[in-house]
């Protein structure tokens, strides 16, 4: 069985109770898994619950069709079909599920609510991301890097934008490898400093900064799921934050843009970032499938 499996945490809330060992494993499975082209039967008969308070193209499809390609199941549950919080207690939806299905991919606004379906559920629970992390993204970022440079130790990925979920999770996984973090975030939408810190990260409220040098330029949107109230005042917040190709241009030649998708142009960035010569951007998208089997195995089988 391709998934047989080191000694692994139960669930993936974020890389809190992972160390090195564990990450370096997952991502070999899934050079494994991407370079056989591999489909298997290993998960058959098995069905994953896609927990969803936010809708997805990129983490509803790479979990479905990795669960259809490992010979399993996944059963999608909307927040109009559930409920989570309002019409159910997430202790409850937890013990429910725990009956019916062998895994829990939960998509969601607070990261309180996955810990309380781990607390609760004796089934793998996974985070398909909170407001705080998303540890599937961090995966596919790590083995596009690896695709492009042929692993990650003493590399410098500049971040420019917002302090966010994502961010968080390359800030948590980046000293396991020995990736090395630049942040640059406008004034007061900054990371957690604990989360620098423990990343030895450089950070500056410069991109140029940031991305001068830098083997990789990563951004995400400036505007998330929940956030649109604050759409008009961050615009303006980020005003100079754009990764468009002036910004590009102070990498090193060798340099590669990332966005975890979706992209919204003329904000963040720019469609010449996206589909220029250094975009990686797409790599990263389909690595989120051979990344989410290799999780799936590890958890499930």
């Known amino acids: 069985m391709v998934g047989d499996a080191l000694t692994r945490p139960k669930d993936l809330l974020d890389f809190t109770f992972y160390?090195?060992?564990?990450?370096?494993?997952?991502?070999?499975?899934?050079?494994?898994?991407?370079?056989?082209?591999?489909?298997?039967?290993d998960l058959k008969g098995?069905?994953?619950?896609?927990?969803?308070?936010k809708p997805s193209l990129r983490t509803r499809t790479t979990l479905e069709v990795a669960m259809l390609h490992l010979g399993g199941h996944a059963v999608y549950l909307d927040q109009k079909q559930v409920g989570i919080g309002e019409r159910e207690p997430v202790r409850d939806i937890a013990k429910n599920l725990e009956r019916f299905v062998e895994g829990i991919a939960a998509r969601v606004y607070r990261h309180e609510t996955v810990e309380e379906l781990?607390?609760?559920?004796?089934i793998p629970v996974i985070n398909a991301l909170s407001d705080r992390a998303h540890p599937l993204q961090a995966l596919a970022d790590l083995l596009t890097l690896k695709e492009a440079f042929g692993g990650?130790?003493?590399?410098?990925?500049?971040?420019?934008?917002?302090?966010?979920?994502?961010l968080n999770s390359l800030l948590e996984?980046?000293?396991?490898?020995?990736?090395?973090?630049r942040v640059a975030t406008p004034r007061?939408?900054?990371?957690?400093?604990?989360?620098?810190?423990?990343?030895?990260?450089?950070?500056?409220?410069?991109?140029?900064?940031?991305?001068?040098?830098a083997h990789a330029l990563y951004t995400d949107v400036w505007t998330s799921m929940g956030q649109e109230a604050e759409r008009e005042?961050?615009?303006?917040?980020?005003?100079?934050?754009?990764?468009?190709?002036?910004?590009?241009?102070?990498?090193?030649?060798?340099?590669?843009?990332?966005?975890?998708?979706?992209?919204?142009?003329?904000e963040e960035t720019t469609e010449e970032a996206v589909h220029g010569p250094r975009s990686r951007v797409f790599d990263?998208?389909?690595?989120?499938?051979?990344t989410a089997k290799a999780v799936l195995l590890r958890l499930l089988s």
Do not use: M
């Open 152 to 166: 990650w130790e003493g590399l410098e990925v500049a971040w420019v934008g917002d302090g966010n979920n994502v």
């Open 284 to 290: 990263q998208a389909e690595n989120r499938l051979h």
């Open 46 to 53: 098995k069905v994953l619950a896609l927990l969803f308070e």
């Open 188 to 213: 007061g939408y900054e990371p957690d400093p604990a989360l620098v810190q423990k990343a030895g990260a450089l950070f500056t409220h410069s991109p140029q900064e940031a991305a001068l040098g």
């Open 173 to 181: 996984v980046a000293p396991l490898v020995g990736l090395r973090v």
């Open 19 to 41: 160390g090195k060992r564990e990450v370096e494993d997952l991502l070999a499975l899934a050079e494994t898994l991407k370079r056989e082209r591999y489909r298997g039967e």
């Open 233 to 266: 005042r961050r615009l303006q917040d980020f005003n100079g934050f754009q990764v468009n190709g002036e910004l590009l241009r102070l990498l090193r030649p060798e340099g590669i843009f990332l966005h975890c998708l979706p992209a919204h142009y003329g």
């Open 118 to 122: 781990a607390r609760h559920a004796r």
